[in-house]
């Protein structure tokens, strides 16, 4: 791909990301949300989180590999456990990325 | 409030400081970003640009990746695309919040909204909200009780453009440096669990965090990305129907 593509496939990128993350912003200045769109709206960051969450871990392209003979999702659970016991960031973070170290050194 | 009052500088100052333990996920995301960009011959200036442009990570990575191997610009924007679709529920979720605030403010707040800055936000606005349910109300100008909460949520974004830009210019002038035995690239879901889990602390969210976590390896074989969108609804129905059948109690 040329450059001058490249460049017209990054503006079109972020100019729709922009538009995405304007448009319920700029939509709802001056009226309110519908009872229902507010209601949905409380598990937006639950449900979100938790499909990053997964697909970062699980899937890999278009394949789903759910292995447990592997170190990753063992220093997840671990960084879960931490991150549920203490509501911190940098000790989740840590903790889990020490965990992978050592949990390389036995798979 | 028995507290000091906020003032503008003190909650841009702790929107900062929330969002700065997120950094150490959101830095090596970068640097990765910068680290395969060079690698599929994007020039450094364009690998710098578009962090600023695009400004979403897992975008841009897999722009980064289509690139690779060879894909067309149709197919790469269309995935790109998709995968920042979130950003408009993302968008719904804080409209509420920075309806009362001038077009600059809306306008600048848009551009901020990525997932960390969200998550961050977004915790502070739902707790002051259950804590006290008229503060919208209160916002009024000449009230005793100004809301400043959108400064929080500016110095969310700001922290964390700003580290998106240093960690990708990082990537840029140390990126091939970094062993990949050190999976660095593992701090970006632990990011998102350690947020996940403050996220999820009343039944219905649980659900629909669940069903999301799910939805995402079932819909996983959907083009262009479609399974995370996909997913993220279905545990919006899913949180939206628990509550329902427990009588929307938190």
């Known amino acids: 791909m040329s450059t001058a593509v490249l460049i017209l496939l990054l503006a079109v990128v972020g100019g729709a990301t922009y538009l995405f993350r304007y448009s319920m912003i700029g939509i709802f200045a001056n009226r309110n949300l519908p009872a229902w769109l507010r209601k949905l709206c409380r598990y937006i960051a639950p449900a979100s989180f938790a499909a990053l969450t997964a697909n970062a871990l699980f899937v890999h392209g278009d394949k789903v590999a759910l292995s447990l003979d592997a170190p990753k999702p ?3 659970l671990i ?3 931490v991150a549920w ?4 960031v940098c000790a989740t973070i840590g903790v889990g990325m020490a965990a992978l170290y050592l949990l390389k050194l036995f798979f | 409030m028995t507290t000091t009052r906020p003032t503008k500088l003190s909650e841009f100052l702790a929107g900062c400081r929330d969002e700065a333990p997120l950094q150490l996920g959101v830095a090596p995301f970068g640097m990765l970003y910068s680290i395969a960009a060079l690698a599929v011959g994007m020039p450094a200036w364009l690998v710098q640009l578009s962090s600023a442009l695009v400004f979403a990570g897992s975008a841009q990575l897999a722009i980064v990746q289509m690139l690779s191997v060879a894909a067309g610009a149709l197919p790469i924007g269309l995935t790109a695309g998709l995968l920042n679709l979130r950003h408009v529920l993302y968008s719904a979720s804080v409209a509420e919040y920075v309806r009362h605030l001038p077009r600059r403010w809306r306008l600048l707040l848009a551009y901020l909204l990525t997932d960390e800055a969200y998550a961050v936000a977004i915790l502070r606005y739902q707790r002051q909200a259950a804590a006290s349910p008229t503060d919208l109300k209160d916002a009024a ?3 005793s009780m100004p809301d400043l909460r959108h400064w929080y949520f ?3 974004g700001f922290t964390l453009w700003t580290c998106w830009q240093l960690s990708t210019a990082a990537g840029l002038v140390f990126g091939a440096r970094i062993p990949p035995e050190w999976d660095i690239d593992f ?3 632990l990011t998102f669990l350690a947020l996940l889990t403050l996220l999820v602390r009343e039944r219905a969210s649980q659900a629909a965090a669940l069903a999301a976590g799910v939805g995402v390896l079932a819909f996983a074989p959907l083009p262009y990305n479609l399974g995370i969108v ?9 949180g939206f129907g628990v509550a329902k059948c427990r009588g929307d109690r938190p």
């Open chain 1, 79 to 81: 960084a879960v456990i």
């Open chain 2, 154 to 156: 500016l110095g969310c």
């Open chain 1, 85 to 88: 016991r203490t509501g911190n």
């Open chain 1, 74 to 76: 063992w220093a997840a």
């Open chain 2, 230 to 238: 996909a997913a993220i609804l279905a545990g919006l129905l899913v």
């Open chain 2, 141 to 143: 100008p000449g009230q």
């Open chain 2, 187 to 189: 701090a970006v879901p």
